[in-house]
């Protein structure tokens, strides 16, 4: 008999590898870790406009919004929205979201669910008041490769890595403050890098805190249906291949030391409390360039960032041809591509 009892919560900045780590617990035999909901931020701000949800015409609505959202439909569930009203064991957003994550592990024979989102940094307390026994697995990587990985994703924005360190220093600093109330026994940090150079180590103590057994079995998530299906996304094409550290240290090599030091002047701080060496000076951007490089990624349209797209297939079309160089370019930080 499952308890589904400790769900497990992988919270990180973006493109910090969180697809990875839930793809190596979805591995597990007693773990389900679905891709990401996106509940928190969807639907739960927005439950009073659903009035009382002891009754049941209310709690119906919140139930078909629930499997509405673009998220849930990537999930191989098939539940109507009475039907996961009658799992529900409690009435509200909490029991509804319980019954949709053990049925994703029911369907696998899992005992255990858990829910992988760089976007619950921002609502750790929340999740706390819904599930009182959640457990956190903070997960970090190096805020200047994540900068240039996210820059380099052409599915996602920021564009630029100024606006991916500072992206980075929110996501981890929501979920440090959280973290202060929370204990040893429901928080816990784990890097990138180090689950990249050395995985069983790093998975036997997370294995550990989590209480559950390591199984080698998680070494081999590349090999799972749900890596496979989820590595034919364009974005997480890389969690198709095994643990390496192909992806670490990715900015000595993509940014110049003027740009480094400006991401420096941004994160170094924090960067230095997580552990990782600031070998560049922190210097200040440009007041007005910084300005440029923030709201380029903040205010935006939808058919803005297809015209961003489609203009920097045309840069590295004439790349290609010759017409420009790197080398043309004193900074990288506009942009990586």
Request: charged fraction near 25%.
């Amino acid at each position: 008999m499952h308890s589904y009892e400790r769900p497990i919560f992988i919270v990180s900045a973006p493109r910090s590898g969180s697809t990875l780590l839930r793809l190596i617990l979805d591995a597990h035999p007693n773990i389900a870790i679905p891709g990401p909901a996106w509940l928190y931020e969807f639907v739960r701000p927005f439950l009073y406009s659903y009035g009382d949800l002891t009754l049941q015409s209310n709690l119906l609505a919140l139930a078909e919004d629930i499997l509405e959202t673009p998220t849930i439909k990537m999930w191989s569930v098939d539940l109507t929205a009475a039907e996961l009203l009658a799992a529900a064991e409690s009435p509200g957003f909490a029991g509804l979201y319980n019954a949709l994550h053990k049925q994703y592990a029911e369907s696998g024979g899992k005992g255990r669910w858990g829910e992988k989102s760089p976007r619950n940094c921002f609502w750790m307390d929340e999740i706390r008041q819904d599930f009182p026994d959640a457990v956190f697995v903070h997960l970090v990587r190096d805020g200047r490769d994540m900068a240039v990985d996210i820059a380099q994703s052409s599915a996602m924005i920021p564009s630029n890595p100024y606006s991916g360190a500072h992206i980075w220093r929110d996501y981890n600093l929501a979920a440090l403050k959280s973290a202060q109330h929370l204990d040893e026994t429901s928080y816990y940090r784990i890097h990138y890098e180090k689950i990249c150079s050395d995985p069983e180590k790093e998975l036997k103590a997370l294995c550990g805190f989590l209480g559950e057994d390591f199984d080698p079995i998680m070494l081999k998530h590349h090999e799972s249906p749900s890596a496979k299906s989820w590595s034919r996304h364009t974005n997480h094409a890389k969690t198709g291949r095994p643990v390496s550290t192909d992806y670490c240290g990715l900015y000595l090599n993509k940014l110049r030391a003027r740009d480094r030091s400006a991401l420096n002047y941004v994160i170094g701080d924090l960067l230095q409390q997580f552990g990782y060496p600031v070998e560049d000076e922190a210097l200040a951007l440009n007041e007005r360039l910084a300005w440029q490089l923030l709201e380029v990624d903040s205010l935006t349209a939808p058919w803005a960032i297809t015209y961003r797209q489609w203009h920097e297939e045309r840069r590295k079309t004439r790349r290609s041809a010759g017409i420009w160089r790197d080398a043309d370019r004193d900074s990288l930080l506009r942009a990586i591509n």
